[in-house]
């Protein structure tokens, strides 16, 4: 008979390959407990509902990611210039670690962070500001010392692109290794990926806002 802790992982375990497969939404608990081969008593009696099963998940990953991730914003803080693919370099060692902390633990970490969003999960958001705050703090200071121009809503929204690009990236990992590998001839890793990433999420938050965009706003506000 399986002991608490190892109830426990097997369900988490298994909550993580289908959350990131399937997302959370199409995601039963029932699917959950017959591929972690306990009942359905047991979920309830370790987490209480669907949503702390999420937050549990996915906090797996954030007790690893964030400790490291607040090193290296800290130590970006502390120099006098700083640009935005030095903000986005900060993520590299936090995120190439939890390779060795889980199989594929880059890839299904961001695959989570995704599905958060798509499955339209506002208490992970809650979840993650609450439990999270100094990271997002630092991270949030770094993007606009980097960035002063940037007004607070295309700031918003270029981070959510950036947002995308990079669960995209990261969660097709596998397979966009397995193709560079074929057509290219070369291994890329997690890092090389990362370092890949960087320079064109970073022109892509640093664009100059079009004109164009900006009359358009304005005819909307009635100012032409």
Request: aromatic share 10%; net charge negative; charged share 20%.
């Amino acid at each position: 008979m399986a002991v608490k802790g190892e109830t426990k992982g097997r369900i988490l375990d298994a909550a993580e390959l289908l959350f990131a497969e399937h997302g959370f939404n199409e995601t039963s608990l029932r699917t959950i407990t017959s591929k972690a081969g306990v009942n359905l008593a047991s979920v309830n009696y370790h987490y209480g509902d669907k949503k702390t099963l999420i937050r549990a998940v996915l906090d797996r990953y954030l007790e690893q990611f964030v400790p490291v991730l607040i090193e290296e914003l800290e130590s970006l803080h502390s120099r006098d210039e700083i640009t935005m693919e030095d903000v986005f370099h900060c993520i590299k060692r936090p995120l190439v670690q939890l390779d060795d902390f889980r199989p594929y633990g880059a890839s299904n970490f961001m695959s989570l962070i995704g599905r958060g969003y798509t499955d339209v999960q506002g208490h992970l958001r809650w979840f993650m500001i609450t439990h999270y705050k100094e990271a997002l703090n630092l991270f949030t200071s770094a993007v606009c010392r980097a960035n002063p121009s940037l007004d607070p809503e295309t700031l918003f929204w270029r981070l959510h692109f950036t947002l995308g690009a990079s669960v995209f990236t990261m969660a097709s990992s596998t397979a966009l290794r397995q193709i560079a590998e074929n057509d290219f001839a070369r291994k890329v890793t997690t890092a090389d990926l990362i370092d890949s990433l960087v320079p064109y999420l970073a022109a892509g938050v640093a664009a100059p806002i079009e004109q164009s965009l900006l009359l358009v706003s304005d005819e909307q506000n009635g100012t032409l």
